[in-house]
Nanobody, 118 residues
Framework: QVQLVESGGGLVQAGGSLRLSCVAS???????????MAWYRQAPGKQRELVAY???????NYVDSVKGRFTISRDNAQNTVYLQMNNLKPEDTAVYYC?????????WGQGTQVTVSS
C-alpha cells in the first residue's frame, strides 16, 4: 500500500509562484525511487490531465502549456516529488494530484487546490 499526500497549493495572483509537494508513505513507498512519478491536474468541468512526469533517473517531460514555467523534481531519500510553478496563469487553476505515471487507480489522493486570480 502507498499513500500519496499532496500539499502546497493556495491562492495566488497571476504571475506568482507556488511549490507543490507530494510525499509517499506506506509499505509500498520503498519502491518510490524506481517509479516514474507524475503530476496531474483537474480543472472544474474538465477531465484530469497529465502536467509533468519524472523518471527514476530524473528525466522530465511536460505538457506544452506549462513548459518553461513548471519544473518537476524529486528527492528519493525523502520519497517526495515536487512541482515548482512559476508565472502562474488563471488557466492553471485546478486541483493538482500526484501519482505514478499512468495514474494507478489506488494511489489518487485528495490533491491540493491551486487558484490563480487574474
Amino acid at each position: 500500500q502507498v499513500q500519496l499526500v499532496e500539499s502546497g497549493g493556495g491562492l495566488v495572483q497571476a504571475g506568482g509562484s507556488l511549490r507543490l509537494s507530494c510525499v509517499a508513505s506506506g509499505t509500498g513507498s520503498i519502491f518510490f525511487s524506481i517509479r516514474t512519478m507524475a503530476w496531474y491536474r483537474q480543472a472544474p468541468g474538465k477531465q484530469r490531465e497529465l502536467v509533468a512526469y519524472i523518471s527514476s533517473s530524473g528525466g522530465t517531460n511536460y505538457v506544452d502549456s506549462v513548459k518553461g514555467r513548471f519544473t518537476i523534481s524529486r528527492d528519493n531519500a525523502q520519497n517526495t516529488v515536487y512541482l515548482q510553478m512559476n508565472n502562474l496563469k488563471p488557466e492553471d487553476t485546478a486541483v493538482y494530484y500526484c501519482n505514478v505515471f499512468g495514474g494507478s487507480p489506488g494511489y489518487w489522493g485528495q490533491g491540493t487546490q491551486v487558484t490563480v486570480s487574474s
